[in-house]
């Protein structure tokens, strides 16, 4: 995806919507001192051009009773592109599973699970973890807290 010159403006408009998603169009023409529908061409660029992703609704892990991160390391029986391509097809299915990352170094990913509790994560291992394809070894820990969370970028 090829990336598009961001000027001071453009910059101010993702700060602002990183910030609230659901501010109007209205009330960012008028934060960045643009008209309503020069702001909105602008917005409609940064969306087209895949700067913009997406927009979401945050959900907070424990209002939904699924408090505790863990994060685990998976080291597969072979590096082959068929068998990392293999293991991720079947880890974007799993509904536990938050992030996963192709890492460097002694693990092949890093995934992060969300569960209830330590009996709630021993499901998720059981059920998932270890039937995803081409896996040689799991090693998980467990977050006590989160210390950053950051869901917006210093743009």
């Given amino acids: ?13 993702l ?7 659901r501010i109007t169009n209205v009330e960012l023409a008028q934060r960045v001192s643009l008209s309503p529908s020069a702001c909105l ?16 609704a945050l959900v907070r892990q ?3 009773g699924r408090p ?16 990392l391509k293999a293991f991720e097809r079947a880890v974007r299915t799993c509904p536990d599973v938050m992030e996963c990352y192709l ?10 699970v969300v569960a209830a509790d330590t009996q709630d994560y021993e499901r998720i291992h059981k059920q998932h973890l270890t039937r995803l394809q081409g896996v040689a070894r799991i090693r998980s820990s467990f977050a006590l ?5 950051k869901t ?3 743009v």
Wanted: charged letters at 30%; hydrophobic letters at 40%; glycine letters at 6%.
């Fill in 62 to 64: 424990e209002a939904v």
């Fill in 15 to 21: 700060a602002l919507l990183q910030a609230d998603g």
């Fill in 103 to 112: 890492m460097s170094g002694d693990a092949d990913y890093l995934i992060r």
């Fill in 152 to 154: 917006a970028l210093d």
């Fill in 145 to 149: 807290r989160a210390v950053c969370k």
């Fill in 68 to 83: 505790t991160s863990i994060f685990v390391e998976v080291t597969l029986k072979s590096q082959s592109e068929e068998a």
């Fill in 1 to 13: 995806m090829p990336s598009i010159e961001l000027n001071k403006t453009d910059r101010k408009i």
């Fill in 41 to 56: 061409r602008r917005v409609q660029r940064l969306e087209e051009s895949g700067v913009i992703a997406g927009y979401v």
